[in-house]
C-alpha cells in the first residue's frame, strides 16, 4: 500500500545542507512506495544529514556529456549498451569483480560497435544498484516471518532480526561504497585498461572456445579492423580511454534527494548520485513520489515499460518527465517478455513516435522472462531472452524506429544462473554456481554470446 512520506514522519523536514530548489520537497506529499520503514530509527537523522553535506558522486557536467551522447542515440547515431548487477552488495565490491563487470561490458561494446558501426555509449549498473523493489514487505521461511530483503543498502540478505532491520546508516555506507567503485572504474577506463587492442584481444580467448567457434568469421573481421587502424597510425593514445558512466534504478528517495545539488553553472538541480537514472515498473505511477521527484532534476531518465504499459501511459511519462521534448532526456526501457514483446510493443512505439517525442528506445529482456527452474530456482532461459532481443528489433525494423540499446543483468564472473547459452547452464550447475542474492544474471560468456548475436542482428539492419 501506498504511503507517503508524512505518512512515515510527519515531521520530515528537508535535509539540512541538501540542495534548496522549487518543487524538489513536492514529492514528500504524494503516494510512494518500496519505501524503508526507517524513519523513526535514530540514527536516520544523521545518515541523511551526513549524505547531504558528502560530496558529489558525479558531476554535472558528466551528466551532461551523457544527455547529449543519449540525445545522439535517440536520432539513431549511437547505441546504449548498459550492464551490470542485478543488485550490487557490499561484500562483492571488490577490485577483481568490479575490474571483471566492467571488462565484459568492454567487450560486449567492441562487438556491437562493429556490428552497428555505430559508438556506443557504455553504462554500467553499478556504484548505486544497492537497492531492490519487492512484490512482498515480508518473507516467511519454516515459520518465520521477517522483512524482506530490499537490498544491502536497506538491509541485510541473511535471514535473521539483525540482518534484515531496515538500518539508515547503510546509505552511508552505500555512498562510500559508490565512490570507491567509480574511482575504480576511472582508474580502469582512463588508464590503459580499455585499449581497443587490449579488449579485442580478451574477445579472442571467447572465441577460441569450440562452443562460441560461430561467431569466428565476426571476430576475425573485428581483427582485421584493429588491425588496419592500427597499420595506419590510428591514435591509439585516444582509443586507449572510452566514457563510462554509472546508473542505478531511483528507488530509495531519502538517498536520492539527499545526494541532489544545484550545478553552479547553470543554477539547476542535479541528482550526483548517478549520472543516469530510472524508474522501476512498480514505481512510475504518474501521481506518485518517483516520477515527481525525478521530473525536477536535470539527469537523463529511464523508465521501464512491462507488458501492460499502455500508450497513454508512455505519453503522459513524456509529458511529466520531458515536457520540453529533449532528446537525450528520456528514455523507455522495454520489458515485454519473450512472448509479448511482438504483439504489446508496436503501437507504443507508434504513438509516441506520432506524438513527435523523440525517446530512446532500449530493451531489458531480462525482467520479462522470469522463470523457476525444476529444482527450485529463480532463472531465465538464454534462448528466450535471445527471443526478446529479436522481437525488439523486428518491431523497430518493421515501423522504421530505431532499436537505441540493449539493457541486461550480467556479471563479468562465470556463475551459474540462466540456463542455456552456446557452452550451456544446465539446472544442476545452480547448485554450485548461483551466487546472485536477486534476479538471475548472464554470466560472462552469455553476456558475449548476446553481444555477438546482437552485432550480427545491428550488422544486418546496416
Not at 597499420?231 to 563510462?244: I, M, P
Request: aromatic residues 8%; glycine residues 8%; negative net charge.
Amino acid at each position: 500500500m501506498s504511503q507517503t512520506p508524512a505518512d512515515l514522519d510527519p515531521s520530515f523536514p528537508p535535509a539540512s545542507g541538501a540542495a534548496v530548489y522549487p518543487g524538489l520537497d513536492e514529492w514528500r506529499s504524494l503516494p510512494i512506495s518500496q519505501q524503508p520503514s526507517w524513519h523513526d530509527d535514530p540514527g536516520y537523522a544523521a545518515a541523511v544529514a551526513e549524505l547531504s553535506m558528502v560530496p558529489p558522486l558525479v558531476f554535472a557536467g558528466e551528466v551532461d556529456i551523457l544527455r547529449d551522447r543519449l540525445a545522439q542515440a535517440a536520432q539513431g547515431k549511437a547505441f546504449l549498451l548498459q550492464g551490470g548487477d542485478c543488485a550490487e552488495t557490499f561484500e562483492a565490491a571488490t577490485a577483481d569483480k568490479i575490474s571483471a563487470r566492467v571488462r565484459t561490458i568492454l567487450q560486449m561494446s567492441v562487438v556491437l560497435t562493429y556490428g552497428a558501426s555505430l559508438p556506443v555509449i557504455k553504462m554500467g549498473r553499478m556504484a548505486g544498484q544497492f537497492a531492490k523493489p519487492r512484490s512482498s514487505n515480508d518473507e516467511t521461511r519454516g515459520g518465520t516471518t521477517l522483512p524482506a530483503y530490499r537490498g544491502d543498502m536497506v538491509n541485510g540478505f541473511d535471514f535473521t532480526p539483525e540482518s534484515r532491520r531496515h538500518d539508515p546508516a547503510r546509505m552511508v555506507r552505500a555512498y562510500h561504497t559508490s565512490a570507491s567503485t567509480l574511482n575504480l572504474i576511472r582508474a580502469f577506463t582512463q588508464g590503459g585498461f580499455a585499449d581497443l587492442r587490449l579488449v579485442h584481444h580478451w574477445n579472442r580467448g571467447f572465441t577460441a572456445n569450440p562452443a562460441h567457434s560461430r561467431y569466428e568469421s565476426l571476430a576475425r573481421d573485428i581483427d582485421r579492423a584493429v588491425r588496419f587502424m592500427d597499420v595506419c597510425g590510428a591514435d591509439f593514445e585516444a582509443l586507449k580511454r572510452v566514457e563510462f558512466f554509472a546508473s542505478h534504478e531511483a528507488l530509495l528517495l531519502d538517498y536520492e534527494r539527499a545526494l541532489t545539488r544545484i550545478d553552479s553553472r547553470t543554477g539547476q538541480p542535479y541528482d550526483t548520485s548517478a549520472h543516469f537514472l530510472w524508474i522501476g515498473e512498480r514505481t512510475r505511477d504518474l501521481d506518485a513520489a518517483h516520477v515527481d521527484f525525478l521530473s525536477r532534476v536535470r539527469n537523463p531518465i529511464g523508465v521501464k515499460l512491462g507488458p501492460n504499459s499502455t500508450p497513454e501511459d508512455a505519453l503522459a511519462l513524456i509529458e511529466k518527465l520531458d515536457p520540453n521534448r529533449e532528446p537525450g532526456r528520456l528514455t523507455f526501457i522495454t520489458r515485454m517478455g519473450a512472448q509479448n514483446i511482438r504483439e504489446k510493443l508496436p503501437t507504443l512505439v507508434e504513438k509516441v513516435t506520432a506524438s513527435g517525442a523523440q525517446v530512446l528506445w532500449v530493451t531489458d529482456p531480462m525482467h520479462g522472462n522470469t522463470v523457476t527452474s525444476p529444482n527450485g530456482y529463480k532463472t531465465r532461459n538464454f534462448d528466450d531472452v535471445m527471443d526478446e532481443v529479436r522481437g525488439f528489433f523486428e518491431v523497430h525494423n518493421a515501423l522504421g524506429t530505431f532499436p537505441g540499446g540493449l539493457h541486461v543483468e550480467m556479471t563479468g564472473d562465470d556463475v551459474s544462473e540462466c540456463l542455456g547459452g552456446a557452452d550451456p547452464v544446465d539446472q544442476e550447475a545452480f547448485v554450485e554456481g548461483y551466487e546472485s542474492v536477486c534476479d538471475p544474471r548472464l554470466n560472462h560468456m552469455q553476456s558475449l554470446e548476446m553481444a555477438f548475436l546482437v552485432a550480427g542482428a545491428l550488422a544486418e539492419k546496416g
